[in-house]
């Protein structure tokens, strides 16, 4: 009697379960809002089985022993996401060209993207090439595009007598923005670079020049400008914009509640719960507060708690270097970014942006 009393809970919460999710999923549930379960059916696809993903996101091949990251779903609180589906993805996007514009951050995103496809769909013949900075992966049966353009800051960096400049005002690379169907930006990391790895010499705000400036003001500036940008010449009825919000690194232990660890070696589980002990990143209140002051719809991938919950997610010693080039930024793959993408499609499954 106490079985059965308890498989009737069990089937009658699966029910429940079951209810919720088609309700939620519609409308009403933050679906970026929930915790990080541990299931079996995880990861989402074989990474082997990804023939172009780059060596410094395919950790199994570049020895990482343990295996529990791969188990990780994402559930939020209020609702159940839709299981990806590679196969309906193809058919729902045809002929449709999907951007991720952004750092090496976008390219993790990107790489996800077209790993989660491929494996679901491992007889449709693709392409895959490279012109500059610019990535494509296509589906020719399909003519379905899923690119990515590297561009660290969104703004322009243009080279003077004086020395490269990082223009907060200017954005001559949007020309290639136009006429896409999906945008997905992201922009931060190259912000706080200093020294060798600071790309520009000054930074220029209309006719002014600064050898420096708050750098979390200048990102503000930058945003505001390309907000403007969007803002003025994308029609909302053709493209829809989404920002991939600030992907969190984890090279401090404390942010995370453990004070001895010095960075991200040797982390093989999430943070327990829904909250980060160090609370919301800076450069995530700026993001937010730029899209709230644009008039057309921008959609945000509120990706950033969810992934300070996953210090266990980064490569570590496993991505491009070793020791030599601990890697605490970027994602193992699969992993954390095939989530973001979950969302990005549960996203472009509803009609609405907002
Ligand atoms: C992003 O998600 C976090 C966690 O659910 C939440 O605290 C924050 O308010 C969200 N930000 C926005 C702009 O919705």
């Known amino acids: ?14 029910l429940l379960h079951h209810v919720h999710g088609d309700v939620t999923s519609t409308k009403g549930c933050d679906i970026f809002q929930g915790k990080w379960v541990y299931d079996a059916s995880y990861p989402l696809y074989n990474s082997a089985k990804c023939s172009f993903i780059e060596k410094e996101f395919d950790c199994l091949k570049n020895g990482r022993p343990d295996k529990y990251y791969l188990k990780y779903r994402w559930q939020p609180t209020g609702c159940s996401l839709t299981r ?22 976008s390219l993790n995103q990107w790489q996800s993207l077209t790993c989660m496809l491929h494996t679901a769909n491992p007889h449709t013949p693709y392409k895959l090439f490279r012109i500059g900075g610019l990535s494509t992966f296509t589906f020719p049966a399909y003519n379905v595009k899923v690119m990515f353009s590297r561009n660290a800051f969104l703004v322009d960096i243009i080279a003077t007598k004086a020395g490269r400049v990082l223009k ?18 992201n922009t931060w990391h190259w912000w706080l670079h200093s020294g060798r790895k600071q790309p520009w010499d000054l930074i220029q705000e209309g006719n002014r020049l600064y050898k420096d400036m708050d750098r979390l003001v200048a990102y503000k500036k930058g945003l505001n400008t390309w907000a403007r940008w969007i803002d003025t010449n994308l029609d ?14 984890h090279n401090n232990g404390g942010d995370w509640g453990e004070p001895t660890a010095k960075h991200c070696e040797g982390q093989m589980r999430p943070v327990v719960g829904h909250q980060y002990p160090a609370g919301s990143h800076p450069a995530e209140l700026v993001v937010e ?9 921008a959609y945000l991938l509120n990706v950033t708690t969810l992934s300070q919950l996953r210090k266990d997610g980064h490569p570590s010693v496993y991505g491009h270097g070793g020791h030599r080039d601990m890697d605490c930024s970027h994602w193992c793959l699969a992993g954390v970014p095939d989530t973001w993408n979950q969302l990005l499609y549960a996203a472009l499954i509803k009609r609405k942006t907002n």
């Open 1 to 14: 009697m106490d079985i059965f009393g308890i498989s009737t809970l069990v089937i009658v919460l699966s």
């Open 289 to 297: 507060r730029v899209l709230h002051s644009m008039s057309k719809p």
């Open 84 to 105: 990806f589906n590679g196969q309906d993805f193809l058919q729902r996007f045809r002929g449709k060209s999907i951007m991720f514009v952004g750092d090496s951050l």
């Open 236 to 249: 909302p009825k053709k493209t829809r914009v989404f920002f991939q919000g600030v992907s969190p690194d």
């Open 168 to 185: 907060l005002d200017s954005i001559e690379s949007g020309k290639m923005w136009k006429g896409i169907d999906f945008l997905i930006f």
